[in-house]
């Protein structure tokens, strides 16, 4: 075991070793064009300036939106446009901008597989993002770290409508724990930071809290109550208001949709609230505007040319070795112009197929990405489609198998047909089949047809795709 293990070391070693040296030759250090989020938390300045140089054509929009929420006591809009121009991106720029000033309380819900199969649960994951980021703001910041201590310590004879609220919304995060108390006491703990806070609520207390962060449907006049009771707490902590992102909202039906929004807009935009909502949606496509009479629609349209191959010289950049050598000098100008028509703007698109070029002439060791390299990346991406789509005890994957573990063959190979349990006459219809897909190539030697995996497809397969 111990053999295999350095074995293993030693090949992943070596496979590394081949890759910075591939790179080497394309100007890298690394491949630049992964997709990922801009302007996520925890960025470094050098990400952070990075983000910038990528996103300076979206500049305008994202001012408009952050000039909106510090002028207007309630704000809503709806970023709208085709899949992949960004609108994910503007919306994590507004956010990060008013989380850095934290002038704001602000963070995003993101619509994921539970809230499609049950949207009355977005109102909790609300609850639970609010109480989550009041903890994640306090542990960077002093001030509020102190005035949450101080609120949840608070007792009173009477009820406190901001204590109860921040209660509830903690719960609903999971970070707030009851245990048994006495004298109609209960004891609580609060996970922040290295040690626990601990303080005591009443047990009516204690049941109103549970009621909020566990039922399903949250009564609205409860729900109401908490919301508005949370307006006032996080006045307190020092914020002016709070900003709401929801991210793929189109992915709830229309009358899920609609009726979530209202749910949220009854309980939260009341007229001394400064509460403010950004939806995020794909292009409407003809359909009618959610809450048209409520929202403010703005299209986010794909990148300009120009802006665009900024923004791929930008990543390119970011991973260069020789800072001056353009990316031109990588990219013939032919490609990228495929790649921009390709795209039509959308820079996710575009990203993923420069990335999978990169990926292509580091197989190949090219020094420079061609119209032939472009051609081999698609076909690369229709492989990897296939390859997934096949059962791994398909004769087709046993085939693609065999030669990838055994190396070239022919069609009446003894081991062959035993190993994929066909006859030579279904080996070789196959073999006809993964030929015309560009899955194996062929060669005649002598009388014999020669089959190996074609060389797109020993990348797919190396990058992990085969199974």
Known sequence: MMVMQKTKSIIEKIATLELESALRHLNLKRNPFEVFELFSEGLSEEELKKHETIFQDREILSSLLLNAIGTRRSFKVVLHGMAGVGKSSILNLVLYALRRERRYLAFKLNIHDDLIKNSNLLVKELLGHFGGTILDDALKAGGIMERLQAIVKRRKERRELRRIALLALLYSNERLSFESGSGGLIR?????????????????????????????????????????????????????????????????????????????????????????????????????????????????????????????????????IDLNKPLTEIFESSVLEIVYQRSEGKLRDAILDCGRCIDVACGLGKTQIDLNIYEMSLASDEIQAYIKSLDRDDPHMKIIRFLYERGPTYTRNKALQTYVGVSAGRVSQIFNELNQRKIVSKMKTGRKVIYKLDLATMDVIRKGIYV
């Open 188 to 320: 609580a703990k609060l996970t922040i930071g290295i040690k626990p806070l601990e303080f005591e609520v009443t047990a009516e207390d204690a049941d109103q809290v549970k009621i909020v962060a566990e039922q399903t449907r949250i009564p609205g006049t409860l729900l109401s109550e908490v919301l508005n009771g949370a307006f006032d707490l996080i006045q307190e902590l020092g914020y002016e208001g709070a900003v709401i992102g929801i991210d793929d909202a189109d992915k709830l039906t229309e009358e899920d949709l609609e009726r979530t929004l209202m749910s949220i807009l009854k309980s939260l935009f009341y007229p001394q609230a400064k509460y403010h909502l950004i939806i995020v949606m794909a292009e409407r496509d003809g359909r009618k505007k959610v809450l048209s009479d409520i929202f403010t629609y703005e299209y986010v349209r794909p990148f300009l040319k120009d802006d665009f191959m900024k923004a791929l010289e930008a990543l390119y950049k970011s991973q260069a």
